[in-house]
T-cell receptor, first 109, second 116 residues
């Protein structure tokens, strides 16, 4: 079983839509959680950390559900520029990150 | 803040050449640096983790004699792909982190390596 799993998508949504991705992790002792965005043929860029109480940054909301071992990312009012692959990352307490394989989002006009 | 620079961005060279890639944290001291490889349409694959001044820890299946990692200072790590072959062609990305594992990793621009 993979450490971190994501639905690869693609999610095809119209501009202005709200879209949500989930990412499940297998290690209940995981300590830290992040969402990254990766554009085609580019490096991943940190989108936001995910805190236990949930956190919001503009149109983006991240949540952590420890009981069910998943994190989520909600994007409101989708823009064309949100089209990218979204990677979740889960850190254990031994210095290591595990990345999901990414969920591809296509926002269409 | 948290800028990581990777150089070169592109390398095209002949089979058998050794290629050196540099990863620098420009505005913070990186306690730990990571090297990843990503094949087209696949996820990031961690190759090795390095802490300044100590030997790198390689992931299973990654040959340490093939992929030499040096982390000589808190702001610089290098990856040398020795005697590269076409199957080594990939997108190599470094990341750097300050502090403990609850801190995010910040990625360099990546190096696209093509071996002819």
């Amino acid at each position: 079983r993979k450490e971190v799993e994501q639905d690869p998508g693609p999610f095809n949504v119209p501009e202005g839509a709200t879209v949500a991705f989930n990412c499940t992790y297998s290690n209940s002792a995981s300590q830290s959680f992040f969402w990254y965005r990766q554009d085609c043929r580019k490096e991943p860029k940190l989108l936001m950390s995910v805190y236990s109480s949930g956190n919001e940054d503009g149109r983006f909301t991240a949540q952590l559900n420890r009981a069910s071992q998943y994190i989520s990312l909600l994007i409101r009012d989708s823009k064309l520029s949100d089209s990218a692959t979204y990677l979740c990352a889960v850190g254990d307490n031994f210095n290591k990150f595990y990345f999901g394989s990414g969920t591809k989002l296509n926002v269409k006009p | 803040g948290a800028v990581v620079s990777q150089h070169p961005s592109w390398v095209i060279c002949k089979s058998g050449t050794s290629v050196k890639i540099e990863c620098r944290s420009l505005d913070f001291q990186a306690t730990t640096m990571f090297w990843y490889r990503q094949f087209p349409k696949q996820s990031l694959m961690l190759m090795a983790t390095s802490n300044e001044g100590s030997k790198a820890t390689y992931e299973q299946g990654v040959e340490k004699d093939k992929f030499l990692i040096n982390h000589a200072s808190l702001t610089l790590s290098t990856l040398t792909v020795t005697s590269a072959h076409p199957e080594d062609s990939s997108f190599y990305i470094c990341s750097a982190r300050f502090g403990l594992s609850n801190q995010p990793q910040h990625f360099g621009d990546g190096t696209r390596l093509s071996i002819l």
